[in-house]
C-alpha cells in the first residue's frame, strides 16, 4: 500500500521506473540501495565497463603520482578531482533514491498531478525484518500551515505520521536516457524540468546492494559541485556500523594465491561497481579512476553481449556490497591473538553493600560458557579498594597478593595472573563463588582506581584484550585521584559545558597507553553521589569501549537490567585488535570523525576491540571541483582478529548517484541518519564549544534544510502550507527530540547525567537514537495479546485519566496510570498502596493473562540498555519525568511541533 501519492500505472513516469513498494524498515526511515527490472541490453549499452563508454576515457593518462585521500594539517581529508575528466551528466531523481517513499506533497507546486511520481521497485536484501516493537498505521508525510495552525491541527497530522518508518524503497528502473547538464552559474531548473530528469542508475540488479545496518548516507543521492550542496542545505554524512546485526550473513571471500584484489593508487577493495575495460584485461578503480591490471589468476573474459565478467555468479566480491575477505600474512605484524577479557573490581563497602559485587561474579560466572573464543579464551582478575589485590588462578586454587606500594605498582608473578580458562576453570569458578565473601565484612571505602588500571594493563599488554572495570565510587587515592568538583550552580550558565571536560588528563593518556597494545576499556559506574563520568569516560573513548552507569546502584531494584547489560556486552559479537579506514570517491572528502576510537593517523580509526553495537559517524564535504562522474563510491574496511583466530577484512561499499538537483537530494534523505550525525557532531560540540553552540547547530541545520525544501516547493506555489515527503516527515519533530533530550536540553540536568546520556549516546547507533529522540507512546490498558498496540502522537492532548500509558524512550520504561482507569486490570497487573510506591508486578509462570500481555509489550521492546520500569499514577508528583516524553508540546525553552513549524514557514 502506498502513502499519500496515488500512483496511475499509464502515466509515463510510471512505466519509466517499474512498480515496486516498500518494505518495513526497523527503526524508521533508513537508505538503501538497488534495482531491479532494468533493460539488460539499454544498460550494457550505457553503463561503463558492461559494452557502454568509459567515463574516465577523456583521461587515460592519470598522474601515477596521485595521492588518493591526502590530509592537509587540520585533519581534514581530500580526494583529488581530475579536471581533465568530461563533466558528467545530471539527471533528475523522481521519488527518491534509497529512502521511504509515498509521502505526501502539495501538489500545486508541480505542472504534475501527485499520482503521476514515479515508484521504484527494490531487490537484495535491503528488505529488512521489522524490529520486535510493532509499526503503527496511519498516512505517511505531514502537513504543516504558515500561520493561523493550532497544536491539535499539527500534533493531529503528525499523529498520522509513520512513526514506526518503513523501509527504503531500492532505485530500480530501465537506465534513463542522458539528460540536459547544468552549465555552472546557469539559472535554477524549474520543478517540473527538475521531475523530468532523473539521475543516473548506478546499481546493476543482480548487485546485492550494502545493508543500511551497516552502511548508510544522510542523502541516498548526493550534490555533485559546492553550489548544489550550499542550496540544498542537507548536512552530509555517512553512518557506519561494520559489525551491526543482519539477517543476511557477509560472504566469505578468499582470493587465495592471487593475493587481495586492490586498487594500486588509493587501496580500495575490488566491489560490485569497478569498471572492467580491455575485454577484462584491466579494472578501473571506481574510486580514484585508476586502470589497474587484472592479475592472471584473476582473469575472466567479458560476456560479449553484456560486457559482465564471465565468472561473476562465483565471485561474490562482484555480486555483494558487503564481504568479508580472509587476509593474507601481509595483513599481520603479530600472530592473531586470543579473547582475553580482564576484570577489574571495586571491592569497598559501597561495592559490597550495594550487591553489585556479588550480581557482577554472578553474572561472569553463568556467562563463562558463552564467551566467545573458545578454548583460545584467556581471562583474569584484579579487584581494588585502598589497596590492589591480584589474584593467581593456576595450581591447587586461587591465591590473592596484595600489592604493598600503589606508588610503584609491579606484577608480583609473572604466570597466573592471565589465565587460559580452558585450563584453569576450576579456580575460575571458585575465584568467583569466593570473592564476595572474601570483603563482605569490609569497611574500606577508598578506590585505587589508578593503580589498579596501571596493574591490569601490565598483566595484558602483551597481548591486549578487552578490560571490564567496575567502580562503586569516586578514584580516592593514588594515580587517578579524583575530587568531586559538581557545581549546581553552573547549570544552565555559558560555562555550564566545562563540567563535561576531563578534570585531568590522566585517564586519557591511560587510554592512548592501552590503545597502543590494543586493550579496550568497557566502564561500569555504580556511585550513589558524584562520579566524575566525564573524565572516566575518556577510558572507553579512546579505547572503544563504553560506559555505563547505574546511579545508586541497588540490587533488589537494578540487578536483573544490570545482569541483562553486562551478559549482552561479554557475549556480543566481537571483533579484536582492529582498525578501520573509510575511502570516498573523487571529488569529496571526509571532515570529521565521531564515535569511540583513537585517530591513529589522518583516516585511520583504532578501535582494539569493536563489537556488533558500535557506530559511527563521518562528516561529508564536496570537494572545490566537485564530482565529474555520475556516481560517487564510499567503503569502509574493518581490519580485524575475529573471536576465533582469524584475521579478516570487512568491506562495506556503497554506490551513490550525483545530482545538480536540489529536488533529488531532498527526497533521498534518511531521516534517522540525519538526526543520529547531528546528534554525534552536537556532542562534540558541546566539549568543544558551549551548550548554546551544540543546539544551534541541531536547530539551524534543520531548519535550513527545510526553510531550502520550503523554498524549492513553494517557489512554484501560492500555497501557505508545507508538506513534506514521507523520508522528511519525522524531521521537524526528531529536532525537537534533540533540542529536549537529556543531552541537549537548556534546563537542569546534573552533570554526571548529562555525562552519562552523552557516553552512552556516541557510540550507538540509529535504531537507538531513533527511539531516544522521538520516543514511543502506547496503550496498554486494552491489549489483545496479537498484535502491538498503535503508537500516539507524543502530546498531552491524547493522554486521558482513563487509559494506561506506555512511554518508551529506548532507556527506560514510564506507565502512567489513569485515575479512571478499569480497577480490576489495575489489580491484575500492579501492586502497591497509598503508603507504598506501585510497582508492576513480578512476573510468575499461570500469572494473570493482563500481566503476561503487558510483559510481551515490554519484552519485545526491551534492549540490553534499558534500565527499569517506572510507575507513576496521575497526580502523583513524578508525573512530570512522563510528560517530559511528550516532545511535540512546548516546554520551557523550547516551542511545540506547532511553533517551530510555523517559525520555519515565517520567512
Known amino acids: 500500500m502506498q502513502h499519500g501519492i496515488n500512483y496511475d500505472p499509464n502515466s509515463q513516469w510510471y512505466q519509466q521506473a517499474g512498480a515496486g513498494g516498500g518494505a518495513s524498515q526497523a527503526g524508521g526511515t533508513q537508505q538503501g540501495y538497488g534495482q531491479q527490472g532494468y533493460d539488460q541490453q539499454t544498460y550494457a549499452q550505457q553503463q561503463p565497463g558492461l559494452g557502454g563508454q568509459d567515463p574516465y576515457a577523456g583521461n587515460q593518462d592519470q598522474p601515477s603520482s596521485q595521492v588518493y585521500g591526502q590530509a592537509s594539517t587540520n585533519n581534514q581529508y581530500y580526494s583529488q578531482a ?57 498516512q505517511a508525510g505531514g502537513s504543516y500551515g504558515s500561520g493561523g495552525t493550532n497544536v491539535n491541527q499539527v500534533t493531529g497530522g503528525m499523529g498520522n505520521m509513520s512513526l514506526g518508518g518503513t523501509a527504503p524503497p531500492q532505485y530500480g528502473q530501465q537506465y534513463p536516457q542522458p539528460g540536459m547538464r547544468q552549465a555552472h552559474g546557469a539559472a535554477r531548473p524549474s520543478m517540473q524540468q527538475q521531475q523530468q530528469q532523473q539521475p543516473p542508475v548506478v546499481v546493476p540488479d543482480y548487485v546485492h546492494t550494502c545493508d543500511p545496518k551497516h552502511l548508510s548516507l544522510t542523502a541516498g543521492v548526493l550534490p555533485s559541485q559546492t553550489s548544489t550542496a550550499q542550496r540544498a542545505h542537507v548536512p552530509l554524512g555517512v553512518v557506519l556500523q561494520p559489525l551491526g546485526d543482519s539477517e543476511v550473513e557477509c560472504p566469505l571471500v578468499n582470493f587465495g594465491a592471487v593475493g587481495v584484489i586492490r586498487c594500486k593508487q588509493c587501496r580500495a577493495y575490488m566491489n560490485p561497481y569497478a569498471v572492467w575495460t580491455d575485454g577484462g584485461s584491466h579494472w578501473r578503480c571506481n574510486l580514484c579512476g585508476l586502470q589497474n591490471e587484472t592479475p592472471s589468476g584473476y582473469y575472466s573474459p567479458l560476456d560479449p553481449q553484456t560486457g559482465i565478467r564471465q565468472d561473476i555468479m562465483s565471485r561474490p566480491e562482484l555480486v555483494h556490497s558487503s ?125 585505587a582506581l589508578g593503580p589498579a588500571l596501571e596493574a591490569a594493563y601490565q598483566v595484558t599488554k602483551h597481548l591486549g584484550g578487552k578490560l571490564s572495570v567496575f567502580s562503586a565510587t569516586l578514584p580516592s587515592i593514588g594515580a587517578g585521584r579524583l575530587m568531586n568538583r559538581d557545581n549546581p550552580n553552573k547549570l544552565g550558565k555559558p560555562d555550564e559545558h566545562k563540567l563535561l571536560l576531563a578534570a585531568t588528563e590522566y585517564y586519557k593518556e591511560k587510554a592512548f597507553q592501552m590503545s597502543h597494545v590494543q586493550l579496550s576499556v568497557d566502564l561500569y559506574l555504580f556511585s550513589r553521589h558524584y562520579t566524575d563520568v566525564a573524565t572516566l569516560n575518556d577510558l572507553a573513548k579512546y579505547t572503544g569501549g563504553h560506559t555505563n552507569r547505574f546511579p545508586a546502584y541497588y540490587d533488589p531494584k537494578d540487578g536483573e537490567d544490570y545482569y541483562r547489560l553486562l551478559t549482552h556486552a ?36 583504532t578501535v582494539p576491540c569493536i563489537d556488533s553495537d558500535k ?246 521492546m526491551r534492549t540490553p540498555f534499558h534500565k527499569g520500569i517506572t510507575v507513576v499514577r496521575e497526580g502523583d508528583s513524578d508525573e512530570l519525568r512522563f510528560f517530559q516524553g511528550l516532545i511535540q508540546d512546548r516546554t520551557l525553552g523550547e516551542q511545540s511541533l506547532a511553533e517551530f513549524m510555523q517559525f520555519i514557514l515565517r520567512r
Open 570 to 605: 561479554l557475549t556480543r559479537e566481537q571483533a579484536w585488535e582492529s582498525v578501520i579506514r573509510v575511502r570516498v570517491g573523487k571529488g569529496y572528502k571526509v571532515t570529521d570523525f565521531f564515535g569511540n576510537f583513537r585517530l591513529r593517523s589522518t583516516d585511520l580509526l
Open 82 to 138: 581530475n579536471t581533465q575528466q568530461p563533466q558528467a551528466t545530471q539527471q533528475d531523481y523522481g521519488q527518491g533514491y534509497g529512502q521511504s517513499q509515498g509521502g505526501q506533497y502539495n501538489t500545486q507546486y508541480s505542472q504534475h498531478d501527485a499520482k503521476n511520481q514515479p515508484q521504484y521497485g527494490q531487490q537484495g536484501y535491503a528488505q529488512q525484518p521489522s524490529q520486535s516493537y510493532g509499526q503503527p498505521s496511519g
Open 615 to 860: 557506530t559511527f559517524a563521518l562528516q561529508l564535504d564536496v570537494g572545490e571541483k566537485g564530482v565529474t562522474t555520475p556516481s560517487l563510491t564510499i567503503q569502509s574496511a574493518l581490519l580485524y582478529t575475529t573471536s576465533y583466530g582469524e584475521r579478516r577484512i570487512r568491506v562495506h561499499t556503497i554506490c551513490a548517484p550525483v545530482t545538480s538537483f536540489t529536488t533529488h537530494i531532498y527526497h533521498s534523505i534518511s531521516s534517522s541518519a540525519l538526526t543520529l550525525l547531528l546528534m554525534k557532531q552536537a556532542i562534540a560540540l558541546v566539549t568543544s564549544s558551549s551548550f548554546d553552540k551544540a543546539r544551534e547547530h541541531i536547530r539551524q541545520s534543520v531548519i535550513s534544510l527545510l526553510r531550502s525544501y520550503s523554498y524549492t516547493a513553494n517557489s512554484y506555489s501560492h500555497s501557505q502550507t508545507l508538506e513534506l515527503p514521507e523520508n522528511l516527515s519525522t524531521l521537524p519533530l526528531q529536532c525537537l527530540g534533540l533540542l529536549k533530550h537529556e543531552a541537549f536540553r537548556d534546563r537542569n540536568v546534573l552533570s554526571d547525567q548529562r555525562a552519562t546520556v552523552h557516553a552512552l549516546m556516541y557510540p550507538l547507533g540509529m535504531a537507538m537514537a531513533e527511539v531516544s529522540v522521538r520516543p514511543r507512546l502506547m496503550p496498554i490498558h486494552k491489549l489483545d495479546g496479537k498484535s502491538m498496540p498503535e503508537e500516539m502522537e507524543l502530546s498531552a492532548a491524547v493522554v486521558e485519566s482513563t487509559s494506561a500509558l506506555l512511554l518508551d524512550d529506548g532507556r527506560h520504561f514510564i506507565i502512567r496510570i489513569g485515575n479512571q482507569v478499569d480497577q480490576n486490570w489495575v489489580q491484575n497487573v500492579f501492586e502497591g498502596s497509598e503508603t507504598k510506591a506501585v510497582q508492576l508486578r513480578e512476573y510468575k509462570e499461570n500469572c494473570h493473562t493482563d500481566l503476561e500481555r503487558v510483559y510481551q509489550v515490554l519484552d519485545s
Open 323 to 447: 564481504i568479508e575477505i580472509v587476509a593474507t600474512p601481509h595483513y599481520m605484524i603479530r600472530a592473531p591473538m586470543p579473547c582475553v577479557y580482564f576484570f577489574v573490581m571495586d571491592v569497598s563497602k559501597p561495592a559490597v553493600t550495594s550487591g553489585m559485587l556479588a550480581r557482577t561474579c554472578l553474572t561472569i560466572q553463568n556467562v563463562l560458557d558463552q564467551l566467545p573464543g573458545g578454548k583460545r579464551t584467556m581471562i583474569g582478575f584484579i579487584s581494588f579498594d585502598s589497596k590492589v589485590h591480584f589474584y593467581s588462578l593456576n595450581g591447587n586454587g586461587p591465591r590473592m597478593q596484595v600489592l604493598p606500594d600503589l606508588e610503584d605498582v609491579f606484577l608480583p608473578e609473572p604466570r597466573g595472573l592471565l589465565v587460559n580458562l580452558a585450563e584453569s576453570r576450576a579456580n575460575v569458578d571458585a575465584l568467583l563463588q569466593s570473592l564476595p565473601s572474601m570483603h563482605e565484612k569490609t569497611e574500606d571505602v577508598e578506590a
